[in-house]
């Protein structure tokens, strides 16, 4: 299994330009996140999805959209990306039915300018 | 209002010491609590987790003890290696319906371990 796998790695913006940042797992995982992870300030949950087509909103949402069509893939849209939006994205799934342990991919760093 | 707060804010430990770091948290909702470790470049990996039915779990050299009346918890890790260097989160959420979608995390600590 690849686990969740993140695409791209590195990503530089100017200023109102969109993008996807891609998420995909392939361990069946009902339950799919995103988070941004910013200098002391942790990681903080952006959205979540408890299974396909059903989406809700974290602790920190705003400029961001996703959808959820399938279960394997969790995209996370920027639609007019600002320089406050700078950051490292994780994204992460967990299964339904065990002790709650989330598996996060290796991380999308992305530069506003 | 942060939710899970962690201290100290940085440690540094001797080979073969024991380092302890410590969280809190606010919502009495919350009732499962992990560790997360995280090396420079790589996503979060669970370390350790709890639920508030134990005072205390071990697992190697890591151990969780967890304190419900004060609202804390710690990760203790016994014999500390220099390849324990990393930053370490404590999480929690609370159970049911996507609960284990939805952590909050501390800010995060960094550890060193000095040979």
């Known amino acids: 299994n690849a686990g969740v796998t993140q695409t791209p790695k590195f990503q530089v913006l100017k200023t109102g330009q969109s993008m996807t940042l891609q998420c995909a797992q392939d361990?069946?995982?009902?339950?799919m996140s995103w988070y941004r992870q910013d200098p002391g300030m942790g990681l903080r949950l952006i959205h979540y999805?408890?299974?396909?087509?059903?989406?809700d909103q974290g602790e920190v949402p705003n400029g961001y959209n996703v959808s959820r069509s399938t279960t394997e893939d969790f995209p996370l849209r920027l639609l007019s990306a600002a320089p406050s939006q700078t950051s490292v994205y994780f994204c992460?799934?967990?299964?339904?039915?065990?002790?709650?342990?989330?598996?996060f991919g290796p991380g999308t760093r992305l530069t506003v300018l | 209002q942060q939710q899970v707060k962690q201290s100290p804010q940085s440690l540094i430990v001797q080979k073969g010491g024991i380092s302890i770091i410590n969280c809190a948290y606010e919502?009495?909702?919350?009732?499962?609590f992990p560790w997360y470790q995280q090396f420079p470049g790589k996503g979060p990996a669970l370390l350790i987790a709890?639920?508030?039915?134990?005072s205390e779990k071990k697992e190697g050299r890591f151990t969780i003890s967890f304190n419900k009346s004060a609202k804390q918890f710690s990760l203790h890790i016994m014999d500390s290696q220099p390849g324990d260097s990393a930053t370490y989160f404590c999480a929690a959420s609370p159970s049911g319906g996507g609960a284990n979608s939805k952590l909050t995390f501390g800010k995060g600590i960094t550890l060193s371990v000095r040979p």
């Open positions: 999805s408890v299974g396909a087509g059903i989406t």
């Open positions: 919502n009495t909702a919350f009732d499962y």
């Open positions: 992460a799934s967990s299964p339904r039915d065990t002790d709650n342990e989330q598996f």
């Open positions: 709890i639920r508030p039915d134990v």
């Open positions: 361990m069946n995982h009902e339950y």
